[in-house]
């Protein structure tokens, strides 16, 4: 098992940064990719970035430029660095990681919000 808690949500006006943590314990050893998802009011949960243990990163198109995912090994910590936030990317926004061909663990989800 793993378990997953993020930090660093809040509220920012456009334009602003925030930066989200998300802090791994358990069988950290078991998890190949960890993730950021986020879900926006009506709408479905979707990938925002993803990262390997090689340190591979993915995107998806509407964030690229302005997030960044990293991760420090030896805190069994993941962040997501947001910059140039816009109110589209108000969400709340969730850390996965996965063991297996699926993102099997999550955390509990932090909001954050862009305001104008």
């Known amino acids: 098992q793993v378990q997953l808690v993020e930090s660093g949500g809040g509220k920012v006006q456009a334009g602003g940064s925030l930066r989200l943590s998300c802090t791994a314990s358990g069988n950290i050893a078991s998890i190949n990719v960890m993730a950021w998802f986020r879900r926006a009011p009506g709408k479905q949960r979707e990938s925002v970035a993803t990262i390997t243990t090689g340190g591979r990163t993915n995107y998806r198109d509407s964030v690229k430029g302005r997030f960044t995912i990293s991760r420090d090994n030896a805190k069994n910590t993941v962040y997501l660095q947001m910059n140039s936030l816009k109110p589209e990317d108000t969400a709340v926004y969730y850390c996965?990681?996965?063991?297996?061909?699926?993102?099997?663990?999550w955390g509990q989800g932090t909001q954050v919000t862009v305001s104008l």
């Open positions: 996965t990681a996965s063991s297996s061909f699926s993102f099997d663990y």
